[in-house]
């Protein structure tokens, strides 16, 4: 018999970060939302065709970014597009961590709501291989999408005593969690399974689009999975206790990628690890 695995939906905040002013929005330190960002990456077309090019994108980035361009407010259209980069914050004053992280090699999930309100590990620490983790926002009775992660492997953790990783990833998400006195709490990093190395024919993504596409502008798609997804929900993640086979899995993960597609997105696969910010 194979290992039970599970489909997680995962609502967070889905708010747009945008600057009133100015071109460079500094570490947030205050609420988690969304960007509209800019990235050379990788993404498949519906033939499942890759190709390398700059992309753009909803997601969470907490660390520095540089405003490109701005629109009018259009329905759920984005405000903004910004361009992520990092920096090595001089002191340890608290910051917000990105959470997923879909930059590298590989997507990453390693904190959020992983804790109960008790401080003990939750449920969502305990995701199995070919787990499917849908993170997406309520938005007006709905749920939007903004990231899918296929969990390929795990290993437990806690910030003080970081895994090995990037260096990126480790100051941006890791350390940035010290800074709110989670530094000794056990957590779980999991790592995405990619397309070149699939989990049951199923992989990681974002819906995005080519940058250069006149309608490269767009809102996150909504998709809907009855039993799975309740558009309700705007706070606690479901599904982490619900044990389904693989097959299950599969059959969800490639409804949710039939919808993205049918709303003219791509799947973006892989994208470039932010610059330091100052160097070349």
């Known amino acids: 018999m194979s290992a039970s695995v599970f ?70 259209l984005p405000r903004a597009l910004q361009v992520p980069v990092w920096e090595r914050p001089p002191t340890s004053n608290y910051r917000l961590n990105t959470d997923p992280w879909v930059f590298g090699e590989a997507f990453r999930y390693s904190n959020c709501k992983q804790l109960t309100s008790y401080k003990n590990p939750s449920a969502l620490q305990e995701l199995t291989p070919g787990s499917v983790i849908l993170f997406g926002s309520k938005l007006r009775g709905e749920f939007v999408l903004d990231t899918v992660f296929v969990v390929e492997e795990a290993e437990c953790y806690a910030p003080h005593h970081p895994p090995e990783t990037d260096e990126a990833f480790r100051v941006c998400t890791i350390e940035s969690l010290t800074t709110d006195g989670s530094g000794e709490y056990r957590f779980t990093l999991y790592r995405g399974a990619t397309f070149d190395k699939p989990m049951k024919g199923m992989y990681s993504y974002v819906p995005c689009r080519d940058a250069a596409r006149p309608d490269a502008r767009f809102a996150r798609p909504t998709v809907s999975l009855p039993g799975y997804i309740n558009p309700a929900s705007g706070q606690s993640p479901s599904g982490a206790k619900s044990r389904l086979t693989i097959e299950q899995a599969f059959q969800q993960w490639d409804s949710v990628r039939e919808q993205v597609l049918l709303a003219r997105c791509e799947l973006g696969v892989s994208f470039e690890t932010p610059r330091l910010e100052g160097s070349a």
């Open 7 to 76: 489909v997680v939906q995962f609502p967070h905040p889905g708010g747009e970060r945008i600057l009133r002013h100015g071109d460079r929005m500094p570490w947030n330190t205050g609420d988690h939302g969304r960007k509209f960002l800019l990235s050379a990456g990788r993404s498949l077309d519906s033939q499942e065709q890759a190709r390398g090019k700059p992309l753009v994108f909803w997601g969470e980035w907490e660390a520095p970014s540089w405003v490109v361009e701005r629109w009018p407010r259009e329905g759920q």
